[in-house]
C-alpha cells in the first residue's frame, strides 16, 4: 500500500474517533445527509448547461436541501417541545403508572417513577448523556444546532466542490476522496434503508393506534405524537422501539387492561424481530451478515455509547467497503 493511501486511512481512523468522543455525529450525519441528497438531485440537473449556470444551480439545490431539511426538524422539534408534545406526554404517562400502583407487585413499584422528573431521569439512564444533551434548552441546545446547521453548510460545499475537476489532483488529495466516497455511499445505503425501516414501522404503528383501535371505540391519548416519537427514535437501532413501545402500552394500560395487552401482543408481532431486521436489511444494503452489523452495533456502543450505537452500521458498512477495495476480502 502507498504511503499516501496509508496516511488517508489513519486519518480517517482518527477522524471517527473525533467525531464519536467529542458527540460531533449529529453535524457529520446533518453535513453527509446534504451531500448524498445534493448529488442525487444535482446529476438530474440539465446536460447543457455552462459552468456559470451550473454552479447557480448546484447552489440552489444545496439551499434548497438544506432549507427543506431544517424546516422539516425545526416542525417536528417544534411539535415535540410543544405543550402538546413530550411535556404532556411525560405527564400522561406518569398519571398512568399512578394509576397502575395499586395493582402492581411491590417489587415492581419499587422502582416507577413518580413524578415527571423520575420518569425523565430513567429515560437519562436508558438512553445515556446523549439524550439528556440534545434536550437542553440554552445555550447547550443552540451549540448543538449550531453544529448540525454548520456541518449542513459543509455538505453543501463539499457537493459542489465534487463537480470539479480532479484529473490534476495530488495523490494524497485522491486518496482522502476515495475515503469520502466511500463513507458517502456507506451512508447512503445505511442510513436511508433506516429510514425506511423506521417508515414501515411508523405506518403499522399508525395503522393500529389511529385506524383499527378507533375502530373498536378506543381513541388512545397522544396517539399522533406517538406515532411521530415511533418515527423520530426509529432512527435509532434498537433502543429506538424499545422506547415508543414502552410508551405505547403504558398509555394503553391507562384505558385498560386488555387494551394494554392487545397493545403489547401488536407491539410484540410487529416489532419482536426489529433488531435483527434491522440487521437484515442493512446488512443487504451493504453484503454484511447479521451478526456482523450486531457485534459492530455492540462494540461501538460499548465504547462510544448511543452515539456509537447509531454510526455503528455506517462505520462497519464504510470499514468493509475499504476493506474490500484493497481486494482483502
Not at 180 to 208: E, G, H, M, P, W
Not at 242 to 249: H, Q
Amino acid at each position: 500500500m502507498q504511503r499516501h493511501t496509508t496516511i488517508s486511512y489513519l486519518l480517517a481512523v482518527t477522524a471517527v474517533f473525533i467525531v464519536l468522543r467529542f458527540h460531533l455525529l449529529p453535524a457529520v450525519f446533518a453535513g453527509l445527509a446534504v451531500y448524498v441528497l445534493t448529488l442525487k438531485l444535482a446529476f438530474h440537473l440539465p446536460k447543457n448547461m455552462n459552468r456559470v449556470a451550473h454552479k447557480v444551480a448546484l447552489a440552489v439545490v444545496v439551499f434548497c436541501v438544506i432549507t427543506c431539511l431544517t424546516s422539516a426538524g425545526a416542525a417536528i422539534w417544534s411539535f415535540i417541545g410543544s405543550s402538546h408534545g413530550i411535556a404532556a406526554l411525560m405527564t400522561t404517562v406518569v398519571d398512568t403508572l399512578g394509576k397502575l400502583r395499586g395493582t402492581l407487585p411491590d417489587s415492581v413499584t419499587e422502582v416507577l417513577p413518580t413524578t415527571i422528573e423520575g420518569l425523565r431521569q430513567q429515560l437519562v439512564e436508558m438512553l445515556g448523556d446523549h439524550v439528556q444533551k440534545i434536550s437542553v434548552v440554552g445555550m447547550e441546545g443552540i451549540k448543538v444546532f449550531a453544529h448540525i446547521l454548520l456541518g449542513m453548510v459543509v455538505g453543501g460545499m463539499a457537493a459542489v466542490h465534487h463537480f470539479k475537476e480532479h484529473d490534476t489532483a495530488p495523490p494524497f488529495i485522491g486518496a482522502m476522496r476515495s475515503r469520502l466516497r466511500n463513507l458517502t455511499l456507506s451512508f447512503d445505503k445505511v442510513v436511508f434503508a433506516q429510514v425506511k425501516i423506521s417508515a414501515l414501522n411508523t405506518v403499522l404503528t399508525a395503522i393500529y393506534l389511529l385506524i383499527a383501535l378507533p375502530l373498536f371505540g378506543v381513541n388512545l391519548p397522544m396517539a399522533s405524537l406517538l406515532v411521530l416519537l415511533t418515527f423520530a427514535v426509529g432512527m435509532l437501532p434498537v433502543v429506538g422501539n424499545l422506547l415508543s413501545n414502552t410508551l405505547i402500552v403504558v398509555i394503553s394500560l391507562g384505558v385498560s387492561a386488555g387494551i394494554g395487552v392487545a397493545s403489547l401482543l401488536f407491539l410484540v408481532l410487529i416489532h419482536k424481530a426489529e433488531y435483527f431486521m434491522n440487521a437484515r436489511i442493512v446488512g443487504h444494503e451493504v453484503q454484511a451478515t447479521a451478526w456482523e452489523l450486531l457485534s459492530a452495533m455492540l462494540l461501538l456502543e460499548t465504547v462510544f455509547g448511543v452515539a456509537g450505537l447509531v454510526a455503528a452500521p455506517v462505520v462497519y458498512a464504510w470499514l468493509k467497503a475499504e476493506v474490500k477495495e484493497q481486494g482483502l476480502i
